[in-house]
Structure formats: structure tokens, C-alpha cells
């Protein structure tokens, strides 16, 4: 049974950091592309960011660029989402997901997800 477990979300304040953790089971994420995800109240969820699993190129949405960056520990099984000056519109539940498909950036390539964990970033 595949579980994808997210940790490491919170509340903070603008211009703060934080690291998000992906703990995959069941599968390994060596061989999927890993996305991030977030989904803010009353909006549609959004493409945060991805790594492919074959050459580890990165994909991030425009708003996040230059803020966010994504990684992965294959030894740990574990995919991050580390998160520095944030702003209030970051705030959002955050989903992981995996995918075999490369280049994925959109949530219906992802095969599998988490149950998701809530940024607050406060003014």
C-alpha cells in the first residue's frame, strides 16, 4: 500500500522559512517524479513544484521561484519543500505527490498523494 505522509507545516510569519517532508511507503521515489502541490481556501489546488526522477531537472510555478526549492533523499525515501521568505498568499494546505510520467506539472499526471499539511503564513 503506497503512503505519501507530509510534516513540517505550520504557522509563521512573513518572511520566514520552512521545510516540508514527503515520507513515501511503498514505493520508491527514486524512480517517480515528485511534485508538491497547494490548495488555498476557496481556490483551485496549484502546481508548487516538481523533480523528475530521471536527471532530477526541477520545476517550479512562478510564484514560487527563486523562493522554494525542491529535493529528495533516496536513502530516506523522503522528498522536501524548502520554503524561505514567505508571504501571506503562501499560505495553503500543501500536498505531495508521485508520478511516472516526467515533466508533470499538472495535479492529473500524479498517481498518488498525500493527506496534505497547512502553511499559515501571517502578515
Known amino acids: 500500500q503506497v503512503q505519501l505522509v507530509e510534516s513540517g507545516g505550520g504557522l509563521v510569519q512573513a518572511g520566514d522559512s520552512l521545510t516540508l517532508s514527503c515520507a513515501a511507503s511503498g514505493l520508491a521515489l527514486s524512480v517517480y517524479t515528485m511534485g508538491w502541490f497547494r490548495q488555498a481556501p476557496g481556490k483551485d489546488r496549484e502546481f508548487v513544484s516538481a523533480?523528475?526522477?530521471?536527471?532530477?531537472?526541477?520545476y517550479y510555478a512562478d510564484s514560487v521561484k527563486g523562493r522554494f526549492t525542491i529535493s529528495r533523499d533516496s536513502a530516506k525515501n523522503t522528498v522536501y519543500l524548502q520554503m524561505d521568505s514567505l508571504v501571506p498568499t503562501d499560505t495553503a494546505v500543501y500536498y505531495c505527490?508521485?508520478?511516472?510520467?516526467?515533466?508533470?506539472?499538472?495535479?492529473?499526471?500524479?498517481?498518488?498523494w498525500g493527506q496534505g499539511t497547512q502553511v499559515t503564513v501571517s502578515a
Open positions: 523533480e523528475d526522477w530521471n536527471d532530477g531537472k526541477t
Open positions: 505527490a508521485a508520478s511516472k510520467i516526467i515533466t508533470a506539472t499538472r495535479d492529473s499526471l500524479y498517481h498518488y
